[in-house]
């Protein structure tokens, strides 16, 4: 069965590290014969939840007008959410965490239209690495949101030890990516 995969970027660094792990974790799920998309987070301005809880009340998740109004379609659609980021903080980005909090908005009782996100990915790089402790606040989070809205997790792929852009190529990560993007 084809599933549809929504890749959510947090890097502000086009052709960086993550950038290119999603890339070739989106090979793998074309390969495999699933639809992807992509949005990039970094480049697509959402202000984050303000806590007005005035979800819905004009028609959409968000009362506000930023770019979470292009990104709620292809949210709505999705059957698989990925989250790929640089390690900032110990953390996802700031630009994904606010993409992350408005998913609040379909977490209302009220809510006309619910997820149809069932599995979830986390795709991660950083100078640091797992070995020390460095994704522990990333883990946590991603786990977090998982159990919280009962989605299966298909995969955590942590890639450490890298900071300038393009390193991943020299570590055989992308290749895994590739691998774990084809057994979705």
Not at 40 to 63: L, N, V
């Amino acid at each position: 069965m084809s599933k549809k995969v929504l890749v959510l970027t947090g890097s502000p660094r086009q052709l960086g590290n993550s950038a290119l792990l999603a890339d070739a974790f989106i090979q793998g799920v074309k390969a495999a014969g699933h639809t992807a998309q992509v949005f990039e987070t970094a480049f697509h301005p959402i202000s984050p939840c303000k806590a007005c809880d005035k979800c819905w009340t004009k028609g959409k998740p968000c009362i506000f007008n930023d770019d979470f109004d292009k990104l709620a379609p292809m949210l709505e659609e999705a059957d698989v959410l990925v989250f790929c980021t640089p390690l900032y903080w110990f953390n996802m980005t700031a630009q994904l965490k606010a993409a992350v909090d408005k998913l609040y908005a379909y977490m209302k009782p009220h809510a006309p239209r619910k997820l149809n996100i069932k599995e979830c990915v986390l795709l991660a790089t950083a100078e640091g690495n797992e070995a020390d402790g460095d994704y522990e606040g990333l883990k946590a989070t991603y786990k977090a949101i998982a159990d919280y809205l009962k989605w299966t997790n298909r995969g955590m792929m942590l890639v450490g030890n890298i900071g300038n852009a393009g390193e991943i190529i020299k570590t055989g990560k992308l290749k895994e990516a590739l691998d774990l993007g084809k057994n979705l």
